[in-house]
């Protein structure tokens, strides 16, 4: 399975040995059972079909945990632009899944944070890749 970070965009993107749907459903389980909320979960892949219009599979997870998200957002409130926490499943014209999220690095640094408040985020890439690759 082939990694991309691209540094430049901010975000991290992994392929999924699954479909959207089953690599979806594994990472809400590890969200419920990490105690994570899971906010929403967007299928717009499904909104397109309903509009008549023809997408791959892709949906959009937004998670968090206010423990870990809430001291980011108390040093620097803009960050909130990029909490809670979001990772984008979609399937290419290959028929590939892939997941991708913002970098915790990025975040931090997009925000002008001490580089140790990236760790409030490092458990949520670890569910993400879980969900990928297990």
């Not at 925000?111 to 969900?131: G, K, M, Q, W, Y």
């Amino acid at each position: 399975m082939s990694n991309l970070s691209d540094n430049a965009l901010g975000f991290v993107q992994i392929q999924s040995r699954d479909s959207v749907a089953a690599t979806g459903n594994r990472l809400e389980s590890l969200l419920k059972s990490g105690g994570v909320t899971l906010f929403a979960r967007i299928d717009f892949s499904g909104d397109a079909a309903r509009a008549g219009l023809t997408l791959h599979p892709e949906t959009l997870f937004i998670f968090g945990n206010p423990k870990a998200g809430t001291p980011l957002m108390v040093a620097r409130p803009s960050v909130g632009l990029d909490l809670p926490f979001k990772a984008l499943l979609w399937e290419d014209a290959d028929g590939h899944s892939w997941a991708a999220y913002n970098d915790p690095g990025y975040i931090v640094r997009r925000h002008d944070l001490p580089p140790r408040f990236a760790a409030n985020l490092t458990a949520a890439v670890s569910l993400i890749e879980r969900a990928c690759h297990e």
